[in-house]
């Protein structure tokens, strides 16, 4: 198996709805991913994949999203908590039909706090 790993940010802001049905107060993070992509194969130019390519295809999912409250964005669609988890669920749901056939998001990290990462493994 081969892997290649790209990382990026996003800057956005979110508040959870916690237990008792109360919501956090609005904040902004910083959100740092760092993507896993893998293959039994190397392609013709003997690459997992392009990693320009890779990283311009993450920066077209995660673009719409700079500045954004995710509550508010498809992430939040039907009253889901835009929690760190989820936010790196629907990130790796969006990239995996745009990857070359063969090739598979083995995980993706998100992180919106200094030492602290969310794991989406498809």
């Known amino acids: ?20 049905g109360s919501y956090e107060p609005l904040h902004a993070h910083a959100w740092h991913i760092l993507l896993r992509i893998q293959s ?6 003997g ?11 993450l920066r077209r999912i995660i673009g719409p999203l700079e500045g ?3 509550g508010q964005t498809a992430i939040g669609h039907n009253h889901t908590n835009p929690s760190a988890e989820r936010v790196a669920e629907w990130i790796a749901l969006q990239l995996q039909p745009m990857m070359p056939a063969g090739v598979s998001l083995a995980w993706l990290r998100i992180s919106e ?6 794991i989406y493994q498809p």
Request: proline share 0%.
């Open 1 to 20: 198996m081969y892997a290649i790993e790209i990382a990026d940010q996003f800057f956005a802001s979110h508040q959870l709805r916690l237990l008792d």
């Open 113 to 118: 706090a200094e030492n602290c990462w969310a």
């Open 68 to 70: 954004q409250n995710l």
């Open 40 to 45: 039994a194969r190397l392609d013709a130019m």
């Open 47 to 57: 690459t997992v994949m392009d990693f320009h390519e890779l990283a311009a295809t």
